[in-house]
Nanobody
């Protein structure tokens, strides 16, 4: 399974970005797909998760600002980021569990300027 994240870039505080995570196979068979991030000098943390049943979970600091969603037809999971803050600056990774194995893709850099 290959995961490819895209959509990162430079954005001003208060702006929006949409990240995409495209899988090399149908996401229907994934137990869950998550977005993680790792900021400068910080540990990697889980930002948002969507399960196969459609349940979503969010990091407290992004609740109400970020939304995770999926498009089965495109084998893609999205992270809509609204009202971004400088502390959202990080490399964002997608992660998925398939066949009891966790798969990671290369990250995409998000930089929020104040």
């Amino acid at each position: 399974v290959q995961l490819q994240a895209s959509g990162g870039g430079l954005v001003q505080a208060g702006g929006s970005l949409r990240l995409s995570c495209t899988a090399s196979r149908s996401i229907f068979s994934f137990n869950y797909i998550s977005w993680y991030r790792q900021g400068p000098g910080k540990q990697r943390e889980s930002v948002a998760t969507i399960t196969s049943g459609g349940t979503t979970n969010y990091l407290d600091s992004v609740k109400g600002r970020f939304t995770i969603s999926r498009d089965y037809a495109k084998n893609t999971v999205y992270l809509q980021m609204n009202g971004v803050k400088p502390e959202d600056t990080a490399v964002y990774y997608c992660n998925a569990e398939y066949d009891s194995i966790r798969h990671w893709g290369p990250g995409t850099q998000v930089t929020v300027s104040s």
